[in-house]
């Protein structure tokens, strides 16, 4: 039986529920509450240990975080996500639906959310966050490369003053302080860029479509229609939504119901339109004249229907930006790109404001994502988009982007300073030795070039190789290993928090009003385990 399928835990105590199972399943021996949840926390154990051990196993991994509340408790929620090197599929796991309590500021949140970090044992492998863009959430991953640095030095500190009970000096520190100061500020650099925050593109996508379209109605004659048909359409919704009469009338002219638009989610408010545009005027307006609204007119159903033309590409980005299996944060530039394609391609003069107000929309809040080497490095190792997603004159300089990435990636994998490109590599090449002793060593710096220049051409040729292959399937990134142990980093990160936010709506079902007494741990507990059963790890 399944965690969100299950009755509360003083089920099994209850007289009647007794009497069923006696009758039905009399071979059974029902648990007490008590052992019931002693199974739950020693399950809950076993569980978390498995996942941080799986975890210790990946290299890069992204995370979602958002907040939640409900029956007047607030919560914390985290999930992980990373692509498995062997099989190049996305794996997805829950680390925490925790209590959150007091003010949520962006400071509480930083420290709960580098708690979780080291309580999973994934705090130098998290190559980003994604997140909402809620202003306590933006200042939280200002400060939480802080937060996880000073963690990682205070359990040091700690952990040798009680082990030893002495002070302990570094004898570096005293011969060369200035190289530790440089080292310090290299690993904190290094958090910085793991702890990266990526803004959910879904939530971006949300505010060009309902807030950034609305600038369209600064055409007076757009805004008279656009307010005309749209309160319309509302006027119809509120009817069928607060009478059952009015309902029944609908269900049965058109077999189906009107949507409600609302204004926290714009998809609502598309598919509210869409429908009316599907069931088409002539029972639209047999509905409204049944119910005594206003009816639609032909001009009102014509701006409906190319309303929802224009909108359309940034619904089908929304759901693709909603995947988690087979989506990666390399879609996003090409999604974007697309988007703009397709408004570029509209030629109702009627709605040249909206596209206008959509394509600034886009300008605005994507710009820097489509300036961003991760996000295009992550897009061209993506087998389906490769360079054809550029321009002709842009593609010479981000292949050169995309084989120094791979060398990185590569470079840190073997312990070894990232490979120079050929350029480089010929002037760092060593002078002719001045001495006879210097020439008797020189075959050290000989082998290392070679070394160097080996590496260069390996990941070139490979990266040639990969752009050449024709292939769009994400698993013929087997074939080059490098290209792949690449696309294992950038492409770790999901487009969006959606991942979060499914976790909560799973956690809605659990904390039900019959069960919002649970206690915080056993209700954290439930969640874990319960998407321990859906992914079908617990035995």
């Given at each position: ?14 007289t ?28 809950y154990?076993?569980?978390?240990k ?56 962006g400071q ?7 708690s ?78 793991l ?48 009478s ?47 119910i ?37 944060i390399?879609h ?46 992550a ?107 690449a ?53």
């Amino acid at each position: 039986m399944l965690l969100e399928d299950m009755m509360p835990m003083a089920t099994v105590e209850r007289t009647g529920f007794k009497k069923f199972c006696a009758t039905v399943l009399p071979h059974v021996t029902l648990p007490s509450r008590r052992t019931l949840m002693r199974s739950m926390n020693q399950l809950y154990k076993s569980e978390k240990k498995a996942l941080i051990d799986v975890l210790q196993k990946v290299k890069f991994v992204s995370c979602t975080a958002d907040l939640w509340s409900t029956h007047n408790r607030g919560f914390l929620g985290m999930t992980v996500h990373y692509v498995d090197c062997l099989t190049l599929v996305r794996v997805s796991h829950t680390l925490v639906c925790r209590r959150f309590e007091h003010s949520h500021t962006g400071q509480r949140i930083a420290q709960k959310m580098a708690s979780v970090l080291k309580e999973f044992g994934i705090t130098g492998k998290v190559v980003n966050f994604v997140s909402d863009n809620a202003a306590n959430m933006v200042k939280a991953f200002s400060l939480l490369p802080d937060m996880c640095q000073d963690s990682e030095d205070k359990e040091d500190t700690e952990g040798d003053a009680v082990e030893n009970n002495v002070e302990i000096l570094n004898v570096t520190d005293l011969v060369a302080g200035e190289d530790c100061e440089d080292q310090e500020e290299e690993e904190q650099s290094v958090v910085h860029m793991l702890l990266e925050h990526k803004r959910c593109a879904n939530h971006s996508l949300n505010l060009v479509a309902a807030v950034d379209s609305l600038k369209a109605r600064e055409n007076v004659r757009y805004k008279r229609v656009y307010d005309g048909a749209m309160a319309k359409v509302q006027a119809l919704s509120n009817a069928v939504h607060r009478s059952t009469k009015n309902a029944d009338i609908v269900e049965d002219e058109v077999g189906l119901t009107f949507l409600n638009p609302t204004c926290t989610r714009w998809s609502a408010s598309y598919a509210a339109v869409q429908r009316i545009v599907e069931v088409g005027i002539d029972k639209v307006n047999l509905c409204q004249h049944r119910i005594g609204l206003a009816e639609l007119s032909e001009d009102d159903m014509a701006f409906l229907a190319a309303y929802a033309t224009v909108m359309q590409p940034i619904m089908i980005a929304m759901e693709v930006f909603q995947g988690e299996r087979d989506c990666f944060i390399g879609h996003v530039i090409p999604t974007i790109k697309g988007i703009g394609h397709k408004l570029n391609k509209m030629t109702d003069k009627s709605m040249a404001p909206l596209v206008s107000a959509l394509k600034a929309g886009l300008e605005t809040r994507f710009k820097d994502i489509l300036e961003s080497d991760d996000y295009n490095v992550a897009t061209m190792l993506l087998p389906k988009f490769k360079l054809n997603y550029l321009q002709p004159c842009q593609r010479p300089a981000k292949k050169a982007l995309l084989i120094k990435a791979v060398q990185l990636v590569n470079s840190e994998a073997a312990g070894t300073n990232p490979v120079q490109t050929e350029t480089e590599a010929s002037a760092m090449m060593p002078l002719p030795a001045s001495t006879e002793e210097d020439d008797l060593y020189s075959f050290m710096a000989e082998q290392l070039d070679e070394s160097a220049a080996n590496a260069i051409t390996d990941v070139i040729a490979e990266v040639e190789l990969y752009i050449a292959n024709v292939s769009l399937e994400t698993s013929s990134l087997a074939a080059f290993p490098r290209v792949a142990a690449a696309f294992c980093r950038y492409n770790a990160a999901l487009p969006s928090s959606a991942a979060v936010e499914r976790l909560f709506s799973a956690a809605g079902q659990i904390l039900t009003p019959r069960r919002c007494k649970m206690s915080d741990t056993n209700f954290e507990q439930a969640v874990f385990l319960r998407y321990r059963l859906r992914e079908g790890d617990i035995l």
